[in-house]
């Protein structure tokens, strides 16, 4: 038993099934040119980086394979590991664009059709040629930077030390002058107990 909709449906109208496999032919036909055209177009793609001394220029393709390579007069000067270290890198940041680069065909292209494959296709160019990271930002001047906000009620230095007490050693303390009595010549034999004006 078969219901009002699918297969059923088709086999009793035949024109009616003809003309949704056309339609079903004809959309893969043109979802074709259109895979067609990202195709074409990514293979024009080259994508070109030059060195940071302008010494050394490289061009890639869109699967990462190196077009060309052009040198100045000034390599001359350059040692062969220099050299050499200087290639790699600036091919290496040619081919860091190459998954934006074909991220922007298909989406010319297909809009927003088929957002599954491409993001895995993307995911697998950025994996195969990383993309470069950003360049360093120069360093601010010191004064640029933040700095703790000064203490308005700065905190309480320690009080001084005490003076150092006197030395236990009484040899070490200065001593003081003892005052001597004054010596009286008249007092001769007389003691004490001396009265003149008594008997």
């Excluded at 699967?63 to 050499?84: A, C, H, N, W, Y």
């Excluded at 922007?104 to 990271?133: A, C, H, I, K, Y």
């Amino acid at each position: 038993m078969s219901g009002p909709g699918g297969f059923a449906a088709l086999g009793s109208d035949p024109d009616e099934a003809e003309r949704r496999i056309e339609q079903w032919a004809q959309g893969f036909a043109q979802k074709a040119q259109r895979y067609q055209a990202v195709r074409e177009q990514t293979e024009q793609i080259r994508l070109t980086a030059t060195g940071p001394d302008g010494r050394v220029k490289v061009t890639v393709r869109a699967d990462g394979s190196v077009t060309d390579v052009q040198f100045t007069e000034k390599i001359r000067s350059m040692p062969l590991q220099e050299l050499s270290a200087q290639i790699m890198d600036t091919m290496r940041k040619a081919q860091s664009d190459i998954a934006a680069k074909v991220g922007e065909v298909m989406t010319e292209q297909l809009g927003d059709e088929d957002q599954q494959t491409r993001s895995m296709m993307l995911d697998n160019l950025r994996e195969r040629f990383p993309e470069e990271p950003d360049e360093p930002e120069a360093e601010q001047p010191d004064s640029g930077k933040w700095a703790p906000p000064e203490d308005d009620d700065p905190k309480p230095r320690p009080p001084a030390a005490p003076p150092a007490p006197p030395s236990a050693n009484p040899s070490a303390a200065p001593k003081k002058p003892q005052r001597r009595r004054p010596v009286d010549d008249d007092d001769g034999d007389f003691g004490p107990d001396f009265d003149p004006l008594r008997d």
